[in-house]
């Protein structure tokens, strides 16, 4: 047998301890630094805008001008529908008196009744920083639920008690989300291998990928000013962990085909790497340039998910070609048992196809019928593309979490009392000097219930005021009122007026939103063809495999539509759209990939009919675990209490489990087959004549 070309990274009798002892060294370095990962997340980022919008531009204003009135409100509530009592309004003069020692200043406005006698509101802000506020937070709730009359029913609300909310919803999430994911990929990795041993290796191998990952995270935001948040940490850890044992899976497979044709397990991870390596490093690079391209996003929580995500993809990738072969080689063949591959000289040359019944099966049946089958797939993703219609963006804010929190269930008690938009009103910043024009020019929109009285700042250069909306401060109706109020004091000569609130944020927010997605999506789908071009030394390939995960996504979103109106949860935040297409387009195209760069050579050595209908055969096993794995550790987003980490889940989940299923195994080989070699075009895969062969090869198995 003649000798085969040795990739750089593969281990050898002496690297693979060599390198070995590097990554046990890198681990001892990260480890520390990974467990800090959590000191240095800005989750204020999660809601920050761009600087330039108004809202932005309203607060920064706000926090100039007023500067000792900008800690967060919390607002007591409460209600009884029968009116209120004498020994009502007693508990709520207590409190107030109680609150005092929480209160910025150490002063608590008296009790706002409402119209009609059924509640009482009491809105001070917390003073201290995030900490104190915290602690404050709590004892509050805590002097609310002490000596409250019978059938009283109270309530803290307001932007100190969602900020406690928030905060309590995901103490020891990260921990959850990591045991979850962890185990979702042991229990997939057990079945599919069906070895007591051989699981953990590729599970240990991702573990310390993410602690890698985690470790240079931290430092590249300690040293360089890199945004992390919480949602980019959780999406981190399900990247690598799912993404990592998907180039896992496709390695060992291939090690374990030529475990057979190799005595020496050695050579067999030698040429079982330099045949993966292509394919799984295109992988890597297309999620991870698919991943940057978020940093041409306004929306911060967009933009910073994208270098935060691409650090776990390399992590990933040097764990899995570096690391894992090492110590696959180290153990040799036992960790394979009770299924262990042995070499036989007869399995040199042998086409594996013969190895894989179903997929033979199923490849036989995509080459006697391609058109009925690409045709009857492709109407039937179009079908699951109607149930968009079930969908809306817009994620009201009293429906962000899955459970039902205090400050939600407050806001919903003073709706039902108070003008909808009391606890949320719009807020103006003008000049002092043009007030009272400003206050005269806000009184006349429609949806305004209530102006209040201009608030001078210290300086006297600038006025806050108060527009309560007759509408929830999240409605369309709302939306419009603060639309039609910009105008209005927009208009006023020299105001210098600007409105944020609530409700501003949201507008402003929907227009970054629409802004980044008509960037950021045609730069993801121009970085993906790039890749595949260079990959497969063709244009009509990379075309075919971008429309066809293009389609993928548009069915992925209209079957997760059916699914999430059933959950209850129909209306999308506004960031899920570009990131799920996001995370299907670049991920999606793992899978045509990995079948692609197969089909490209068995083509060279069987024709392009035969070549494609191998390449199925042989990558239907391994591509399809690696899609159940990704799609299974997506869904382990559903442990965060949050409406959008649900919908991540799910149409991300359904995306990858259609491009496993239908698009990889059935449109693409179909389509492939139906176009014939011109799918190669302007290349050809290259003819093994006049080169010396690695080894014989037989006749392939008949898969039709």
């Not at 899920?576 to 197969?598: C, E, H, K, M, S």
């Not at 799609?631 to 889940?649: E, I, Y």
Request: proline residues 6%; glycine residues 8%; charged residues 15%.
């Amino acid at each position: 047998m003649t000798r085969t070309k040795k990739p750089v990274l593969a281990p050898g009798r002496r690297s693979k301890y060599a390198l070995l002892v590097f990554w046990l060294v890198l681990i001892a370095a990260a480890g520390p630094l990974a467990i800090k990962l959590t000191e240095v997340q800005d989750n204020d980022a999660l809601g920050a805008l761009p600087a330039t919008a108004e809202f932005t531009r309203a607060m920064q204003r706000a926090e100039e001008a007023f500067p000792d009135s900008q800690k967060p409100l919390a607002v007591a509530v409460y209600a009884r529908q029968a009116g209120l009592t004498d020994a009502d309004r007693a508990k709520a003069e207590a409190d107030r008196a109680a609150f005092m020692a929480y209160a910025d200043g150490s002063q608590v406005p008296p009790p706002v009744p409402s119209e009609d006698g059924q509640a009482l509101l009491l809105s001070f802000p917390v003073a201290g920083d995030a900490e104190q506020r915290a602690d404050a937070v709590r004892a509050i709730k805590d002097r609310l639920a002490t000596d409250t009359p019978t059938e009283l029913k109270t309530a803290l609300t307001g932007p100190a008690a969602a900020e406690d909310d928030v905060f309590e919803a995901f103490e020891g999430m990260d921990g959850a989300l990591l045991l979850a994911t962890a185990g979702t990929v042991a229990l997939l990795l057990l079945i599919t291998y069906r070895s007591p041993v051989l699981w953990l290796i590729p599970l240990i191998t991702v573990a310390l990928a993410n602690q890698l990952a985690s470790a240079v995270v931290y430092l590249l935001a300690t040293h360089a000013d890199l945004a992390v948040d919480f949602q980019s940490q959780s999406i981190m850890t399900v990247l690598v962990f799912g993404v990592g044992v998907d180039y896992a899976l496709l390695l060992i497979a291939r090690y374990r085909e030529e475990l057979r044709r190799h005595a020496d397990r050695h050579a067999a991870m030698a040429v079982a790497l330099r045949r993966s390596i292509g394919a799984i490093a295109a992988s890597a690079a297309t999620v991870a340039l698919g991943l940057l391209c978020l940093l041409a996003a306004d929306l911060p929580s967009t933009r910073g998910l994208g270098p935060v995500g691409a650090v776990g993809i390399a992590a990933a990738f040097l764990a899995m070609t570096t690391l894992l072969p090492a110590v696959l080689v180290i153990f040799g063949r036992w960790l394979f048992w009770p299924f262990v591959p042995r070499y036989s000289p007869d399995a040199v040359g042998l086409d594996v196809a013969a190895e894989h019944g179903v997929w033979r099966r199923i490849a036989g049946f995509v080459g006697q019928r391609p058109r009925a089958v690409w045709m009857g797939t492709a109407a039937a993703l179009v079908a699951l593309s109607f149930g968009i219609g079930n969908l809306s963006i817009g994620l009201p804010g009293d429906q962000t979490f899955t459970t039902q929190v205090g400050s939600i269930t407050g806001q919903r008690m003073i709706e039902a009392h108070y003008p909808s938009g009391t606890v949320a009103p719009a807020e103006i910043l003008a000049a002092a000097g043009q007030a009272d024009q400003v206050v005269a020019a806000a009184r006349t929109v429609p949806g305004v219930a209530e102006v209040g009285e201009p608030e001078t700042s210290p300086d006297g250069r600038w006025v806050r005021v108060a527009a309560v909306l007759a509408d929830t401060p999240d409605s369309d109706a709302a939306l419009d009122t603060v639309g039609r109020l910009r105008d209005a004091v927009h208009a006023v000569p020299g105001a210098q007026a600007l409105v944020g609130g609530d409700t501003a944020y949201l507008i402003d927010e929907e227009q970054t939103v629409s802004r980044d997605n008509r960037t950021v999506a045609p730069l993801v789908l121009a970085v993906v063809f790039v890749v595949l071009v260079l990959l497969l030394r063709a244009l009509v390939a990379p075309l075919l495999l971008l429309a066809s995960v293009v389609l993928s996504y548009v069915a992925a979103v209209g079957a997760a539509g059916l699914i999430l109106d059933t959950m209850g949860y129909p209306k999308l935040f506004v960031g899920i759209p570009l990131q799920t297409f996001l995370f299907l387009v670049a991920l999606g195209v793992d899978y045509t990939i990995f079948l692609a760069t197969r089909a490209r050579e068995e083509t060279a050595r069987l024709g392009h009919r035969q070549g494609v209908l191998h390449a199925l055969t042989v990558t239907g096993g391994v591509i399809t675990s690696a899609g159940v794995v990704l799609a299974a550790t997506f869904g382990a987003l559903n442990v965060l209490p949050l409406v959008p980490s649900v919908q991540m889940a799910v149409i991300i989940s359904v995306g990858v489990l259609l491009d496993t299923f239908l698009v990889r195994s059935l449109l693409v080989p179909a389509l492939a087959l139906e176009i014939g070699s011109r799918t190669w075009w302007p290349g050809r895969p290259s003819s093994p004549a006049g080169r010396r062969a690695e080894r014989p090869v037989r006749e392939p198995v008949p898969l039709a």
